[in-house]
T-cell receptor, first 114, second 114 residues
Framework: DADVTQTPRNRITKTGKRIMLECSQT?????MYWYRQDPGLGLRLIYY???????NKGEISDGYSVSRQAQAKFSLSLESAIPNQTALYFC?????????????FGAGSRLTVL | AQKITQTQPGMFVQEKEAVTLDCTYD???????LFWYKQPSSGEMIFLIY??????QNATEGRYSLNFQKARKSANLVISASQLGDSAMYFC???????????FGKGTSLLVTP
């Protein structure tokens, strides 16, 4: 099993629908992140969490919300999906000192909003 | 403002040749970290190499090396003896002081030809 598991892997939905992307990890890492990837734009940070009680907005948090249900679970919600939220979404985890804070990524969730 | 700049949208290299992927960064923090990730066509993000701002030596990991020029604020990735499996998107990323999240560049697409 993968260390960082994202579900669903692919989702097609309609404008206005509520969508939840889920992320779970078995690495025991305390820090978790949600990124979004658009072609030509690289990866942009949506939200990140240092532990269950610590949630922080990233560069592009508008239109998104998150929930850290447990140390191992970090969910991303789109309350009312819109077409420009069509993207590849990555969950990532990390731990240890801030120095070489290597992020371990999930396989990604491809979301299409029609 | 873009903190990580990758000026080469696409690069070609012949198998067994070396290739340099450019990355420049912008920060006023004295403590930061630089990372390179590989994203093959399958979509996963694979960590390649890390360089800390205080590291005296350039980082190396197998065929990957990071050409760190602090005064120029550049952190180029050098891949020696390219292989067909090196064809992928490559992302440069930076962590700034006290921050755990990474800021990513827009990526460079590398194609290795026979």
């Amino acid at each position: 099993d993968a260390d960082v598991t994202q579900t669903p892997r692919n989702r097609i939905t309609k404008t206005g629908k509520r969508i939840m992307l889920e992320c779970s990890q078995t690495k025991g890492h305390d820090r978790m992140y949600w990124y979004r990837q658009d072609p030509g734009l690289g990866l942009r940070l949506i939200y990140y969490s240092f532990d269950v009680k610590d949630i922080n907005k990233g560069e592009i948090s508008d239109g998104y919300s998150v929930s850290r249900q447990a140390q191992a679970k970090f969910s991303l919600s789109l309350e009312s999906a819109i077409p420009n939220q069509t993207a590849l979404y990555f969950c990532a985890t990390s731990s240890g000192p801030v120095g070489a804070n290597v992020l371990t990524f999930g396989a990604g969730s491809r979301l299409t909003v029609l | 403002a873009q903190k990580i700049t990758q000026t080469q949208p696409g690069m070609f290299v012949q198998e067994k040749e070396a290739v340099t992927l450019d990355c420049t960064y912008d920060t006023s923090d004295p403590s930061y970290g630089l990372f390179w990730y590989k994203q093959p066509s399958s979509g996963e993000m694979i960590f390649l190499i890390y360089q800390g701002s205080y590291d005296q030596q350039n980082a190396t990991e197998g065929r990957y090396s990071l050409n760190f020029q602090k005064a120029r604020k550049s952190a180029n990735l050098v891949i020696s003896a390219s292989q067909l499996g090196d064809s992928a998107m490559y992302f440069c990323a930076m962590r700034e002081r006290d921050g755990y999240a990474l800021n990513f560049g827009k990526g460079t697409s590398l194609l290795v030809t026979p």
